[in-house]
């Protein structure tokens, strides 16, 4: 699976939009970008995914670059209770071996009043 | 619908004990993951099993580890001996294949302590 660059933090004011970056630039055609995340001593969080479309859900959207090798995932109006790490994965569509995710260190988002 | 439960959800134990931690997935779902968590090394994937069948458990650190599902509703992480060193969380995920990319759902973990 390719490899993604995030930033280590970032912080962001409450009720403003939360954007974070995810660098995947040897993505193959066949990997989809998934996000996740985890607040503090709980278990990873799916948040959504995209192969080449932008993506929106009741959670986040998801913008990913024409060339695929960059994607922004978007909390359009932060909380506090987005505070958490949040990991960007790309891995292989449906396909055996597949399903195993890889997780970085991912991005420490700190959201404040 | 209830995710993934995981128990116990804290265990401490004295070095070269039998550690066994227990996991009930989705119902439906037909893959299982053990993943752990340490400051470290991060979000690891120990094994994971589709349709009850062990699939791939290369992250599975040595062989004080072993892991079973013995139907679709259970799956038991055993460590024996424990050492200090396994001390992290444990994270049991489940999820659907199907034809599409069904995400993965985590439970809340079992933080293990070893003494």
């Known amino acids: 699976d390719a490899k993604t660059t995030q930033p280590t933090s970032m912080d962001c004011a409450e009720g403003r939009a939360a954007n974070l970056p995810c660098n995947h630039s040897t993505i193959s055609g066949n990997e989809y970008v998934y996000w996740y995340r985890q607040i503090h001593s709980q278990g990873p969080q799916y948040i959504i995914h995209g192969l080449k479309n932008n993506e929106t859900n009741e959670m986040a959207s998801l913008i990913i670059t024409e060339d695929r090798k960059s994607s922004t995932l978007i909390l359009p109006h932060a909380t506090l209770r987005d505070t958490a790490v949040y990991y960007c994965?790309?891995?292989?569509?449906?396909?055996?071996?597949?399903?195993?995710?890889?997780f970085g260190q991912g991005t420490r988002l700190t959201i404040n009043p | 619908d209830a995710g993934v439960i995981q128990s116990p959800r804290h265990e401490v134990t004295e070095m070269g004990q039998e550690v066994t931690l227990r996991c009930k997935p989705i119902?439906?779902?037909?893959?299982l993951f053990w993943y752990r968590q340490t400051m470290m090394r991060g979000l690891e994937l120990l094994i994971y099993f589709n349709n009850n069948v062990p699939i791939d458990d290369s992250g599975m650190p040595e062989d004080r580890f072993s892991a079973k599902m013995p139907n679709a509703s259970f799956s038991t992480l055993k460590i024996q001996p424990s050492e200090p060193r396994d001390s992290a969380v444990y994270f049991c995920a489940s999820s659907f294949w199907g034809r599409t990319n069904q995400p993965q759902h985590f439970g809340d973990g079992t933080r293990l302590s070893i003494l």
């Open positions: 119902s439906g779902h037909d893959y």
């Open positions: 994965i790309v891995r292989v569509g449906p396909s055996e071996g597949a399903q195993k995710l890889v």
